[in-house]
């Protein structure tokens, strides 16, 4: 349901977010924090999935707050939230666009944006 371009109308709306490509993926980051990145698999994570078919399309990793942010939201939303061993114990998940309503995007992406960026700055964006 969600695409690369909806995650780009997500991120227009925070504050004081970059733009740049880590590893030669875009990334978002607020400050010198990434919150958000495009993540395609890797040969190693496709040797992982063995037998089972990866999710196809695109693939975006967020920030959480830690790692009992991450195990919340990925029992509260199995289908289009999910992990790999490369993210065990690092707060961050990953979101198979394709799957995604819309508002679960804009809330991921807000939370991993909150996740990370300074407090005075979030303070700021949650009382407008």
Request: glycine share 6%; charged share 25%; net charge neutral.
């Amino acid at each position: 349901m969600a695409t690369v371009r909806d995650v780009e109308r997500v991120i227009a709306r925070l504050p004081e977010v970059t733009e740049g490509l880590r590893f030669g993926h875009r990334t978002w980051y607020v400050g010198k924090k990434s919150f958000a990145w495009v993540r395609p698999f890797s040969k190693a994570d496709l040797k992982r999935f063995g037998d089972e078919t990866p999710p196809d399309g695109d693939i975006l990793a967020v920030a959480t707050a830690d790692l009992g942010e991450k195990e919340a939201l990925l029992s509260a939303h199995p289908g289009p939230l999910f992990t790999i061993p490369h993210l065990d114990n690092y707060p961050a998940l990953l979101v198979h666009l394709k799957s995604t309503p819309p508002k679960l995007l804009r809330e991921i992406v807000e939370d991993g944006w909150l996740a990370v960026a300074p407090r005075q700055l979030a303070e700021q964006y949650l009382q407008r």
